[in-house]
């Protein structure tokens, strides 16, 4: 497609059942961002992966979330045992090389998944 | 820490004026990037405009532009001529040079008077 695509848009579950939420990056890019957005907050910075690795996890906030990209292409975003604090809206981002080393590097975003958890 | 404040939760401008939105940032770092974003009610974020700290020049994209004083650790934001589609959530983002983690401040609601 022309830009990320990220489903579900929206997406209510309850209280400890597992949910997956997906990330289409634009076709080619090979840097893949995580972010979750509270109510009322910026984004904050979940995972990053190059390529299938994921380079950077520290954003995880604990060992419920884990997040795949087993063909460098489409990303999973996956949650255990759901907790309120975890409804959120969850975006998604890609870029065409890692935006480091002197490279301003434009992220392109989704139009995120909102999460609510009852 | 490195962190990013937008004092002004929310602005109001009337169509066809100015307006400047607030930014500051804490950094030990020399070597920097700063953006604006516009997030409107469709969620996604839309780059608006990018400085890079080691520019002294401010940036501009056509009726956007930054007063950008690295000394004061500032960076706001100017909309000239506001339009309706400029209505939406802004926020200030920032990133080191040898990171790609954005750090995001707040967020500033603008609305925009017809």
């Known amino acids: 497609g022309a830009g990320v695509s990220q489903t579900p848009s929206n997406k209510v579950t309850e209280k400890g059942k597992y949910v997956e939420l997906r990330c289409d990056p634009i076709?080619?890019?090979?840097?893949l961002y995580w972010y979750r957005q509270s109510l009322g907050q910026g984004p904050e910075f979940l995972i990053y992966f190059q390529g299938t690795g994921a380079a950077d996890d520290s954003g995880l906030p604990n060992d419920r979330f884990f997040a795949v990209r087993p063909e460098g292409s489409v990303s999973t975003l996956k949650i255990q045992r759901t907790e309120r604090g975890d409804s959120a809206v969850y975006l998604c981002a890609s870029s065409p090389r890692p935006v480091t080393g002197g490279r301003t590097g434009e992220l392109f975003f989704g139009e995120g998944s909102r999460l609510t958890v009852l | 820490a490195q962190t990013v404040t937008q004092s002004q939760p929310e602005m109001s401008v009337q169509e066809a004026e100015t307006v400047t939105l607030s930014c500051t940032y804490d950094?030990?770092?020399?070597?920097?990037?700063l953006f604006w974003y516009k997030q409107p009610p469709s969620r996604q974020m839309i780059l608006v405009i990018r400085?890079?700290?080691?520019k002294q020049q401010n940036a501009t994209e056509n009726r956007f532009s930054v007063n950008f004083q690295k000394a004061a650790k500032s960076f706001s934001l100017k909309i000239s001529d506001s339009q309706l589609g400029d209505a939406a959530m802004y926020f200030c983002a920032y990133r080191v040079d040898s990171n790609y983690q954005l750090i995001w401040g707040a967020g500033t609601k603008l609305i925009i008077k017809p």
């Open positions: 950094t030990s770092e020399s070597d920097y990037y």
């Open positions: 400085q890079e700290a080691y």
């Open positions: 076709s080619g890019h090979t840097a």
